[in-house]
C-alpha cells in the first residue's frame, strides 16, 4: 500500500480512508471509505482501479470496490 512507502515522511501529510482491509487486493472498502472519499479533498490522490472511461467513470473488476472508487468523483 502506499501508507507503507510514505508512513515515514514527516513532510507528508497522509491521510487514511478507513473501512474493511481488503488484504488480497491491499485495499480499503465498505462505507467508511465511501463516506470518507465524499468529505475529502485533495492536491493528489492515489487510486488504484482497473479502468477510467474517457469521461471520467471509474471501472473495476471487483464489485465491492466500485461504490468507494466512485465516490472520488462526488468528493474530490
Same mark, same amino acid.
Given at each position: 500500500?502506499?501508507?507503507?512507502? +510514505?508512513?515515514?515522511?514527516? @513532510?507528508?501529510? *497522509?491521510? !487514511?480512508?478507513?473501512?474493511?482491509? #481488503? ?13 470518507? +472519499?465524499?468529505?475529502?479533498? @485533495?492536491?493528489? *490522490?492515489? !487510486?488504484?482501479?482497473?479502468?477510467? #472511461? ?21 468528493? *474530490?
Amino acid at each position: 500500500m502506499v501508507y507503507e512507502e +510514505l508512513a515515514d515522511d514527516t @513532510a507528508i501529510e *497522509l491521510v !487514511l480512508l478507513g473501512g474493511v482491509l #481488503r488484504r488480497e487486493y491491499r485495499s480499503l472498502v465498505g462505507f467508511l471509505t465511501e463516506d470518507n +472519499l465524499r468529505q475529502l479533498h @485533495a492536491d493528489w *490522490l492515489f !487510486l488504484g482501479t482497473s479502468g477510467v #472511461r474517457p469521461g471520467g467513470q471509474v471501472m473495476d473488476t471487483t464489485v465491492v470496490e466500485v461504490p468507494g472508487q466512485a465516490g472520488h468523483d462526488r468528493g *474530490l
